[in-house]
């Protein structure tokens, strides 16, 4: 029944006449273990692009994620294309968006997601999901280390580099956009509603409000703004109320698209997503209309993960988390190759 039913949602996701590409039948995908030293962060890095490489036995493995079969270290493109760069919402992973990668792949980008260290659900430290500059210096740091690559410095176009990221990572790529948090704000909010906090991720979040290590590091950490990276799209971001005024919006000079979910009881879109472009001069917004909640933004999932974990894996009834992901493909696709195609020539 499992295989069944992976089946019906690889068949459903991956369709081999997306690719635009003469020769490119599918998807490779490799991994990087990359470490930042100066700031002792290994940084697990998955990338994704597309491949002429067919697929092997050993490619096709059984998931409990919807998500389309790849070739495991194929072949890289013969010639230079965009990268998109994908930042994980708090607490979750960087194969949390493989839906949107695989369709950015199909479509003629190479993307690379990174584990933000400390804020895995694998790997959770209550001090490092509560360090908004960490996380932007990580996309920064895997963007260099994959420029620099003996092989995919040859496939990236070093002038049509996007990023995008979800709720926590929706908040990353605003400030690797220009935008500045004003942390001393964040934290008198939530001094001052502490329940607001504590997310589901991590529960106990608000207890690390007064660590001195943190308030240390709000003081030091270096401008996070990318200017290598031209195209954001943040999908349904958080941190807010961090931002209270369109001043820390002012060295944002690319090209920003906001998404949000109407029924998004984890960052509503009122205090997050319609805030941040009304702060935001000439962004761009779309909003899921409906009981469309935070946590559609996750992988389609088989019965047995939805009813371990409802909350993350179950929407309401009247959404359909397959057509809200293509939705959000089709807004990711036109918006980048808008957006990059204009860049660099």
Known sequence: MKSLIISVFILTVFSPSAFSQAGVNNIGQRTFHFKDQKRNRPLTTEVWYPTTDTLKQSDKKFSPFARANTVRDGKLPSTKLPLILLSHGTGGGRLNQEWLADTLVKNGFI???????????DNKIGIEFAKPWERPQDI?????????????KAVIDPDKIGAAGFSFGGYTVIALAGGKLDFEALRSYFKAKPNELNVPEFPTLSKYLDDSTLLAGAKTYPPLKDNRIKAFLSISPGLGVGFTSNKQMKDITGAVFIIGSESDSIVPVKTNAYHFHELIKGSEYYVNKGKVGHYVMLPEAIDEVKKEAPVIFTDNVSVNRHQIHRDVDSLAINFFKKQLQAVGK
């Open 111 to 121: 993307v690379a997601a990174v584990d933000h260290w400390g804020n895995t659900y």
């Open 140 to 152: 920064s740091f895997i963007l260099t280390a994959l420029l620099n690559d003996d092989g995919f």
